[in-house]
């Protein structure tokens, strides 16, 4: 059902979400001219040259000073425009945490905090530099969605509705490449989880970089005989309960996959729901702690964040 | 001073003293507020709202509105007051303050109560967000102008500097921030606690327009807000007297949330009867 690219060598073709997301800010600046960016000195890193080159007046970069740049973005949007803040996740949501509670959240300022550079993104840098407590620390504040877009069309299709909600949002910006998952004709629907692939014995939600390696374990899970539906979900929050309790329902199990602390996160969201709703037999897979060095793929695969960790738990829940 | 100066301030030393009963009653209901607080930056206030900023109370999002940004939200008694003043909401809503499910919470909320731009309350967070707005109007080419209060004690959490920083660094001609400089911090005088002096000398280093002045002298507040700019964010280290008005409250740090007893608050109301 999906139209992924193939590249020459037989392997899916891979992209940076941060080009996507570049693209369509430069696209979406030309069309509308209350959208500015806000940056830490992060112009680089985020892909922003472009963008910063056509549109010099609305790239605002305010150093390295991330409580500062949050409290900006809340002013600008005071001031009539749609500020996209553009910075390493983990300083983004770390450092900046009671701004983005108190200026964005409730403020209830229409701002749209981009976590670039995600997950496990900076791998060997360690865990100061890694993001996975992003979704459990957004996920504490009221009134923010979540998105974790999975591959490249995700991340156009959400910056250009984020530029529109007139609401906070934090969105991951991808560094680690993807292959594309979701169909072109594919309705960009937030707050709903994408059905990339139905199935009766076992559910596997993945969200983000884990999308690709959910759906590959479904492959191997269907040589073995198990039906395993994917849901993209790609939304933390607001989380699709319908398709959760669908899932809890239906099939025997859930098994929850992202690149993020198993502390407040994506599995944490479905646990809560099926536990008040319909239990369900669950595993949830991610980051249990700090990370050791090692690069973005060796810590994916050393935390069993990939086909053969989310079939492994799926046959966990089958047994 | 000429005439029209003196009436100007004479006009507003009424208004304050009147805004100053207000924030009396309006504390007396709770029992609960910053009475202190509310008291040193009142005169700023009331000069701000009653002659220097350009702003429709019936229309509060008026896009060629000044903005205001109260950093030091716990004075919320004294913004609500100034604001039901300038007709933003009836002045009969402050004896709602801080009941429960009023819309006049302890610290001001923007999605309840017209006026308020900025949810302020955890310090430092008041600067940053006058910066963005006071650069959305240089991008937009609008010519409002951006006000923020700043406590003095505040001034310790990191954040302002950042902003201060890149307030100078753009030369945020139309953003002007008053440091209510009251020298007193809710559990210390500020230079017991972690000094802030030479303050002045401090907003020059980073590129503001510095000026200190009397905080409960609106002719010279007047002057200050309406001095011609010099391309730099201006700064105004306005020397105040916590408690300012009522001699029992005045400059002790006691009163940062005391709240006065019934027999307090009828002397307070007595020595403000003027």
């Known amino acids: 059902m999906n139209q992924i690219s193939v590249s020459h060598a037989g392997a899916p073709e891979t992209f940076d979400c941060r080009v996507a997301f570049a693209e369509t800010m430069i696209a979406l600046a030309r069309e509308n001219p209350r959208i500015v960016a806000v940056c830490n000195d992060s112009v680089g890193s985020s892909n922003m040259g472009g963008f910063q080159k056509e549109f010099p007046d609305r790239l605002i970069n305010v150093g390295i000073a991330e409580q500062n740049m949050v409290g900006v973005a809340a002013g600008l949007a005071n001031g009539g425009f749609v500020p996209f803040v553009c910075c390493a996740g983990p300083f983004l949501t770390g450092r900046a945490l009671e701004q983005i509670k108190a200026d964005i959240a409730y403020n209830h300022y229409g701002v749209v905090l981009c976590g670039q550079s995600p997950g496990l993104s900076y791998g060997e840098l360690g865990p100061t530099h890694h993001s996975i407590e992003d979704f459990a620390w957004m996920r504490a504040l009221t009134d923010i969605t979540i998105l974790n877009p999975a591959d490249p069309k995700q991340t156009r299709d959400a910056v250009r509705w984020a530029a529109q909600a007139d609401r906070p949002i934090y969105m991951r910006v991808g560094r680690f490449k993807v292959p594309a998952v979701t169909p072109e004709d594919a309705a960009f629907e937030p707050g709903r989880a994408l059905l990339l692939r139905d199935g009766s014995d076992v559910t596997l939600i993945a969200t983000g970089v884990l999308v690709s390696r959910a759906l590959a374990a479904a492959e191997r899970l269907a040589a073995r005989g198990v039906s395993a539906r994917v849901l993209n979900m790609m939304t933390i929050a607001p989380l699709d309960q319908a ?65 053969d960790g989310l079939e492994k738990a799926a046959l966990e829940l089958m047994a | 001073m000429n005439s029209l100066a003196n009436d100007r301030a004479a006009r507003l030393a009424e208004i304050a003293r ?257």
């Open chain 1, 243 to 307: 398709a959760v309790l669908a899932a809890a329902r239906e099939t025997r199990g859930i098994v929850t996959a992202e690149e993020a602390i198993v502390t407040g996160g994506l599995g944490a969201a479905v646990a809560e729901t099926v536990v008040q709703h319909h239990p369900a037999r669950m595993r949830i897979l991610g980051v249990p702690h700090f990370a050791p060095t090692g690069s973005a793929a060796f810590l994916l695969d050393h935390f069993g964040l990939n086909a």
């Open chain 2, 18 to 274: 009147e805004t100053r009963i207000s924030i009396v009653h309006t504390i007396d209901a709770p029992r609960m507020g910053h009475i202190g607080g509310d008291f040193s930056v009142t005169d700023i206030l009331v000069t701000l709202f009653f002659d220097v900023m350009r702003y429709r109370a019936e229309e509060p999002g008026w896009a060629g509105r000044d903005r205001f940004i109260l950093s030091k939200g716990h004075c919320s008694a004294a913004l609500y007051s100034v604001l039901a003043r300038a007709g933003y909401f009836s002045p009969d809503l402050l004896a709602s303050f801080m009941a429960p499910l009023s819309p006049l919470n302890g610290h001001p909320n923007r999605r309840k109560v017209a006026g308020v731009e900025a949810n302020t309350g955890p310090l430092g967070h008041g600067l940053p967000i006058a910066v963005g707005a006071a650069v959305a109007a240089t991008i937009s080419k609008s010519d409002y102008r951006t006000y923020v209060v700043l406590g003095d004690g505040e001034l310790q959490e990191g954040s302002n500097w950042e902003a201060a920083m890149f307030a100078g660094h753009r030369r945020l001609e139309g953003l002007t921030a008053v440091v209510d400089r009251n020298r007193l911090q809710q559990g210390a005088r500020t230079e017991d606690t972690n000094g802030l002096d030479p303050l002045d000398e401090k907003w020059r280093a980073f590129g503001w327009e510095a000026i200190v002045l009397d905080g409960h002298d609106h002719a010279a507040l007047l002057d200050a807000f309406e001095a011609p700019r010099i391309g730099k964010p201006r700064v105004l280290i306005a020397n105040t007297r916590k408690g300012k008005g009522v001699s029992f409250i005045e400059d002790r740090v006691e009163w940062h949330h005391k709240v006065p007893s019934r027999e307090q608050v009828a002397l307070a109301l007595e020595e403000l009867a003027g």
